[in-house]
């Protein structure tokens, strides 16, 4: 009766143990290949953000800040003259300093202590043009109009979705066009998309640049804003048929 058991007992691991393997044998591991596709686009800007400020110098702190308040209110007048809209003009930062006079020696170490002779009146305005090319127009204006300092202009485009969409179509039929090349080479085939990763993407908005109200009268040239994506993307890999 015992043998009996044993054999069945027996039996029954050798059974299984089969079953294992033909289940490995029908699940084989999955090849796969993994590439990285960058998919770029260029545009040229459709607007321009720029930053302009006023600075008075005066005795008194009100009389600084009241001559750098109607200076503002012409580059306004100024800007919506050049047909910028109301909205898209914003006051930026307001500060007030006073003006130090310090009386130093030939070595030039301070002999005196510090004495106020004056104040110092700021403020910048920043102005979204939608045309860029009239920027260089409307800066000789503003100028004109009493601008003394240029923070800087910034060029954008205003469809920043629909570039970052149009660069993601681009970078995924590089990586499948990548992943094909590869796997053909290492006599494969490319099959179905297992996995896709963002891996980040840029939209340059263009840095500000910073020159003072004599420089301004160059030509400004908005140029090219290029968007870049890049995506991982994992493919299975076939035998060629």
Known sequence: MKNIRFATLALAIITMAGLTVAAQAADPVTRTITVTGVGE?????????????VISDANNAGDAMAQSSEKAKNLVKTAIGNGVAEADIQTGTVSLAPLYKVNKNEKGEDITPPVIVGHRAAL???????????????LDNLVKAGANRLSGIRFKVSEREKLLNDARRLAIANAKS?????????GAVVGKVLR???????VPQGRMMDMESESI???VMPG???VAV????????????
């Open 41 to 53: 686009i260029a545009s040229k800007p459709d607007m321009a953000e720029v930053q302009i400020s």
């Open 124 to 138: 910048s305005t920043r102005i979204m043009v939608r045309n860029p090319g009239t920027v260089g127009t409307l």
């Open 178 to 186: 990548v992943a094909t090349l590869m796997a053909w080479e290492a």
């Open 196 to 202: 896709i990763e963002d891996a980040g993407s840029t």
């Open 217 to 219: 009268g160059m030509p």
């Open 224 to 226: 090219e804003i290029e």
């Open 230 to 241: 890049r995506v991982n993307v994992m493919f299975t890999l076939n035998d060629v048929q």
